[in-house]
């Protein structure tokens, strides 16, 4: 802590380091991002202004972060072991080379169309902002370089696993009631994470007849929207309201404000931060699937799960 007060400044101070200690730049953990791994000085420069851009525009950190300081990192070295030591060395057939290497690594195909896109992404990005004019017109990929993908499997959860999730013993056993109270609402609302940790505190309306209704902001649509909630959530949600008020006598504008660098309660919790808490509570209740297995899930698979219910429910 006296280390980062003394290294303070924001993007100024951190952006010039080849290691960005993320929490200088208000992210929740001790989350880095190693630039270092590129060895050449020109990727390196747009690789700092293509993800520092990506966090910019609200993404999380890892979508905006992680994985492309991952793939860019992979490309680097790869770029080193051929000899190419500028932009304007990166054209199609250096691309095809790429695409050969990649696909005698042994990650699988999902990883690799991820590498790939996110290329892509980067040339665009540096094209259309000109950050360098030198990277020729023909360094991009197109839908036919994307490894195909079999046969997906379900992304609902089993019902068998579902009565072990929604179990009240096993929902209280989370350290901290936010994370419960998150968890509740993506598996009866289907909202996608990003949206549920953004909830304003003021997500609860009513219709003329008084029913409840939960008001959030779709980012994927960019417009509100509103899902119907029993009563018992929205009395869970007023005594999250009770138990924030605690810390915050004011009220936040978001519903679940960081218990960290938050003095005045604006910064919502992370989706990295919820994810660990999630991980930690499924090994706790050692949730497991009908082969006895211990149970990995993504929040994602909630939207699903509550989806297929719907949709076998009688009508």
Known sequence: MIADLAEAGGWDAEYSRDVWRMRRLGYD???????????????????????????????GLEAGGGRPVV?????????????????????????????????????????????IGLLNRFFAAVRQHR??????????FFAEDYPKRGERLPRALAEQVM??????????????PAYRLITIILMRCGLRITDALRLRS?????????????????????????V?????????IAEHHAHTAQRWPARTPVLFPRPTKN?????????????????????????????????????????????TRNSAAPR
């Open 228 to 236: 119907p909630i029993d009563e018992q959530l929205r009395e869970l």
């Open 163 to 176: 009565a072990q999730l929604e179990d009240p013993d096993n929902l209280a056993r989370f350290a901290d």
């Open 71 to 115: 793939a860019l990192t992979r490309f680097a070295q790869f770029l080193a072991d051929i000899g190419v030591e500028s932009i304007d060395r990166i054209n199609r057939p250096v691309l095809e080379r790429y695409l050969a290497d990649l696909a005698g690594d042994s990650i699988g195909a999902q990883r690799r169309g991820t590498h």
């Open 29 to 59: 953990g001790d989350r880095t991002l190693r630039f270092a791994a590129i060895p050449q000085p020109w990727l390196r420069d747009l690789a700092k202004r293509w993800v520092r851009w990506r966090l910019s525009t609200g993404l």
């Open 202 to 226: 003021d997500c609860v309306v009513v219709d003329a007849e008084g029913a409840p209704y939960l008001r959030y902001l779709n980012h994927k649509m960019k417009r509100d929207a509103l």
């Open 263 to 307: 003095i005045d309660g604006t910064h919502p919790i992370t989706s990295p931060t919820y994810r660990m808490a999630l991980l930690r509570w499924l090994s706790v209740c050692d949730i497991r699937d009908e082969h006895g297995q211990p149970v990995h899930l993504t929040p994602h698979q909630w939207r699903h799960t509550l989806g």
């Open 131 to 140: 950050w360098d004019t030198g990277l020729p017109a023909d360094a991009m």
